[in-house]
């Protein structure tokens, strides 16, 4: 058997900032919890994650040989305050975790090398093994996972939370053959703090410890399909990728430390950008800005949603100017945006004047019904 304090040395030498081991079956309870999440119909778009459920559930429901897991932590913890970019309502504010290079390929890259160096030391010893890696977007429950392996526990907010580095750990996974020393499981800490419940701008926690996708921010902006939907957007504010808050308000970040990683740590400016100027980004200009950051997956059609929509929150009169000129955008999604923003921008009589002359020009139905919407609001 391979020792776990070489496991973790290794580990360390790689990057890694935890590194504890579970048994393959140590989440029973996941797939329940799942299950029960999913019917309720919590997940909104993401019908993945129902199409992989039967997988998910367990490392061995993916693959039966599976004995062990090895979690690893990497600390992303920010510098500063990560909520102080809220303050500017000109500017962006962008998540924490999207503010440099992807942590898919940092973090898969390292997994790999582990894996090797895991294999290579069980064939030292004469045994025979396999290992598999997953980063996120393998149907994998990391976090129960997580939790078993004592690296840390699923917080009131369903997210990871960590005695040494709060809530700023992603998560990699390598489910091997092996039959690995397991660590002892982690309990919760939240005790009657609900701090993250309460902070949360949408009221996405139904009940301590259940997350409605729906209502999320993170979710809306990445992983919804269609228009945000008109009741959650002013609470959006000046987020235009991914959301913070329940994660920045845990009293745990009292231990948390800024990452030694400086692919992870913010690009210099990325915690602010001038909406004005991601507004004018052609899809070129946002490839270019946003090249190796999670931030390119969304396509720039719906990040120039999230964009107008702050735009909308700005309270600023001289931005609706961007906002008009997104009238004329190719995606109905962009347009319908960028008359949502133009209607909390504009005088009523003005948002008229100009919804008489843009509404004739409209083709799509839904963008039309937008525009029908916000003047009847206008008028009232």
Same mark, same amino acid.
């Given at each position: ?11 360390? %030498? ?17 797939? %329940?919890?799942?299950? @029960? ?39 992303? *913890? ?6 102080? @970019? ?39 010893? *004469? ?57 002892? +499981? ?19 926690? +139904? ?61 210099? *400016?990325? %915690? ?12 070129? *200009?946002?490839?270019?800005?946003? @090249? ?57 009589? %003005? ?30």
């Amino acid at each position: 058997m391979v020792p776990s304090s070489t496991i973790r040395r290794k580990a360390r %030498e790689l990057g890694f900032d935890a590194c504890r081991i579970a048994r393959a079956d140590a989440a029973p309870q996941a797939g %329940e919890r799942l299950r @029960a999440w999913l019917a309720e119909g919590a997940h909104g778009d993401m019908d993945w994650m129902a199409e992989t459920a039967d997988r998910r559930v367990s490392p061995r429901a993916l693959w039966p040989q599976a004995r062990s897991v090895v979690m690893l932590g990497v600390n992303y *913890g920010p510098a500063g305050d990560p909520l102080a @970019a809220l303050a500017d309502k000109t500017r962006g504010a962008i998540s924490v975790y999207a503010r440099n290079r992807d942590y898919h390929d940092l973090v898969k890259g390292r997994l790999k090398q582990l894996a090797a160096f895991l294999l290579k030391e069980a064939g030292a010893k *004469g045994e025979r093994a396999d290992a598999k890696v997953f980063v996120d977007t393998a149907p994998v429950m990391e976090k129960p996972l997580a939790q078993a392996a004592g690296l840390g526990w699923q917080g009131k907010h369903t997210n990871l939370v960590s005695r040494e580095f709060g809530s700023w750990l992603f998560l990699g996974v390598i489910v091997t053959t092996l039959d690995l020393a397991p660590d002892s +499981p982690e309990t919760d800490h939240c005790g009657a703090c609900r701090r993250c419940l309460d902070v949360c701008p949408t009221r996405a926690f +139904p009940a301590p410890y259940r997350l409605d996708a729906r209502r999320c921010i993170s979710y809306l902006m990445i992983e919804h399909k269609g228009p945000i939907p008109r009741e959650l957007r002013a609470a959006m504010g000046n987020r235009i990728y991914g959301c913070d808050d329940c994660l920045a308000v845990c009293p745990w970040n009292k231990f948390a430390q800024a990452t030694r990683e400086a692919k992870l740590a913010a690009r210099p *400016g990325f %915690e602010r950008l001038a909406l004005a100027d991601l507004a004018r980004l052609d899809d070129a *200009g946002f490839r270019a800005l946003f @090249a190796g950051s999670p931030i390119k997956r969304i396509g720039h059609a719906r990040f120039l949603c999230n964009v107008l929509i702050a735009i909308g929150n700005s309270g600023e009169v001289a931005l609706a100017e961007e906002a008009r000129r997104l009238l004329s955008h190719a995606s109905p999604l962009v347009r319908g945006a960028a008359v949502w923003a133009l209607a909390r921008l504009l005088p009523a009589a %003005e948002f008229a004047a100009l919804a008489a002359l843009r509404l004739p020009q409209e083709t799509d139905e839904a963008v039309t019904a937008d525009w029908a919407k916000e003047t009847h609001c206008a008028k009232k």
